[in-house]
Nanobody, 115 residues
């Protein structure tokens, strides 16, 4: 059974940094591309970042390019390093994987950027 658990969210001041983690289980992690999405308050869920199964390819939403970095390790963790956080980055952040045409999501971790 696919299981994704996000952690690392919290309250941070504008300009600050956070590292989100996603622990995966229940599938062959090394075969799977991984994604981060977020859902700002009152808005729909949006794509944030992608990493290929090997880690050799990444992609980012324009709104986070140059500030966020996605990475992964061999222990089935996916990370999102977020720098220079702004109020508009406030959202619930979700880890995502698609397996054989089905989407799987974690429960999310809240990131709040406020002074």
């Amino acid at each position: 059974q696919v299981h994704l658990v996000e952690s690392g969210g919290g309250l941070v001041q504008p300009g600050g940094s956070l590292r989100l983690s996603c622990a995966a289980s229940g599938f062959i992690f090394s075969y799977s591309d991984m994604n981060w999405y977020r859902q700002p308050p009152g808005k729909t869920r949006e794509f944030v970042a992608y990493i290929s199964n090997t880690g050799g390819a990444t992609a980012y939403a324009d709104s986070v390019k140059g500030r966020f970095t996605i990475s992964r390790d061999k222990d089935k963790n996916t990370y999102l390093d977020m720098n220079n956080l702004q109020a508009e980055d406030t959202a619930v952040y979700y880890c995502h994987v698609n397996r054989f045409g089905r989407d799987y999501w974690g429960l999310g971790t809240q990131v709040t950027v406020s002074s």
